[in-house]
């Protein structure tokens, strides 16, 4: 069945840039039946959508924090990436890749997600 | 910034019933757009628990049941047990500023 797998630093300084990649296994990201999408949580606090990609590249990104965030898609290897730039403290977040099902928006499969600290 | 809005927390005992609210505004749940529930057991990833309004993915137990009025939904669990004890997020789609997919704030159940 389809896995995601994200990786990348653990640990961030400010106003450096946040980069992650998600690996997608058991399944084509060129599906098009899905989105790939970024989702945060900050420690004991609730879930971020942070912005989906297409297989073809199409994007769109949170109104929140669009002016600091890129995702791409390298559909030869599996995988989407994210940048989220100028990180502060409160960036700091469990980040999740999750497929997301374009017909009714639902998130049906989650990485099991990385920590990600901002700290100098 | 969540725009769904639920109750931090809910109890009940082995064997009991609950309900989860979730209540959104015109842009979102009232606007018709489909409400999804997530289970996020301690220390691991949200699961898909409920699309839809009320469909349970392959393996969901029928003790989870979802639903949908006017600006607001609700998941139940019945027969309330142990390994219940979660957080559980709501998730649509909004159509203001407020973002594309908006979450719930989150509810923690806690098996008395």
């Known amino acids: 069945q389809v896995q995601l797998q994200e990786s990348g630093p653990g640990l961030v300084k400010p106003s450096q840039t946040l980069s992650l990649t998600c690996t997608v296994s058991?399944?084509?990201?060129?599906?098009?039946?899905?989105?790939w999408s970024w989702i945060r949580q900050p420690p004991g606090k609730g879930l971020e959508w942070i912005g989906y990609?297409?297989?073809?590249?199409?994007?769109y990104y949170n109104p929140s924090l669009k002016s600091r965030v890129t995702i791409s898609v390298d559909t030869s290897k599996n995988q989407f990436s994210l940048k989220l730039s100028s990180v502060t403290a409160a960036d700091t977040a469990v980040y999740y890749c999750?497929?997301?099902?374009?017909?009714?928006?639902?998130?049906?499969?989650w990485g099991q997600g990385t920590m990600v600290t901002v700290s100098s | 910034q969540s725009v769904l809005t639920q109750p931090p927390s809910v109890s009940g005992a082995p064997g009991q019933r609950v309900t989860i609210s979730c209540t959104g505004s015109?842009?979102?749940?009232?606007?018709?757009?489909?409400v999804h529930w997530y289970q996020q057991l301690p220390g691991t990833a949200p699961k898909l628990l409920i699309y839809?309004?009320?469909n349970r993915p392959s393996g969901v137990p029928d003790r989870f049941s979802g639903s949908k009025s006017g600006t607001s939904a609700s998941l139940a669990i019945t027969g309330l047990q142990a390994e219940d004890e979660a957080d559980y997020y709501c998730?649509?789609?909004?159509?203001?500023?407020?973002?594309?997919?908006?979450f719930g704030t989150g509810t923690k159940v806690t098996v008395l």
């Open positions: 999750a497929r997301t099902i374009l017909r009714n928006d639902a998130f049906d499969i």
């Open positions: 058991g399944g084509s990201i060129s599906s098009g039946d899905y989105y």
């Open positions: 990609i297409y297989y073809s590249g199409s994007t």
């Open positions: 015109s842009s979102n749940i009232g606007a018709g757009y489909d």
């Open positions: 839809g309004n009320s």
């Open positions: 998730q649509s789609y909004d159509s203001s500023l407020s973002g594309l997919y908006v």
